[in-house]
């Protein structure tokens, strides 16, 4: 059910509904951790991992203490907030765009990805893509490589959003084979 809201939600803010909040009324999902956004997940108190937060969310993401936000999304999808980065820099908060294709993820997406988590390790950070399919799995594989946080306890921030399939299982266990570590993604 959850699917289809959102679903209409993206075709009322198509039709200029303004956020996904507002399109979604009532049942617009509430504020975790600061942000108003799909299947968002605590990691850890210092890193969030969510879909695309709505405009209202970004603009307080410095009160809510984030000094950076890493987006995987392409940047062109139907939900983007087109200056999402601008909105952050105003804040002093540091915006890195590692976009990620849905059908080919890389080992150098993972590589920028961890490079910007290493240069904020210590300080709140959010990792979103569109529906938080992306930013689990590649915050996964980073706390497993580089922070070496046991797999299986990372595993659940991916489970609570999704499973990975086809290029997505094949991507993350092939990472983790690389790495030497010994966890099946499942």
Wanted: proline share 6%.
């Amino acid at each position: 059910m959850r699917t289809s809201k959102f679903r209409n939600a993206l075709v009322a803010l198509a039709l200029g509904a303004g956020t996904i909040s507002a399109a979604m009324g009532a049942d617009a999902p509430k504020p975790i951790a600061g942000i108003v956004a799909p299947n968002v997940v605590v990691a850890t108190p210092l890193l969030v991992t969510a879909g695309q937060p709505d405009r209202a969310s970004l603009l307080k993401l410095k009160a809510e203490g984030y000094a950076a936000v890493i987006s995987l999304a392409p940047g062109n999808t139907a939900d983007a907030v087109a200056d999402e980065a601008e909105i952050l820099r105003a804040q002093g908060i540091e915006f890195v765009h590692v976009p990620i294709p849905w059908q080919a993820p890389e080992a150098s997406h993972l590589q920028a990805t961890a490079a910007a988590l290493k240069r904020y390790q210590g300080k709140k950070v959010l990792v979103h893509c569109q529906m938080n399919m992306r930013a689990s799995a590649v915050t996964f594989l980073y706390r497993t490589i580089y922070a070496q946080e046991e797999p299986a306890a990372a595993w659940v921030a991916v489970k609570k959003v999704w499973t990975p399939k086809d290029q997505w299982a094949k991507y993350v266990d092939e990472q983790l084979l690389v790495n030497g570590i010994a966890f099946k993604a499942e």
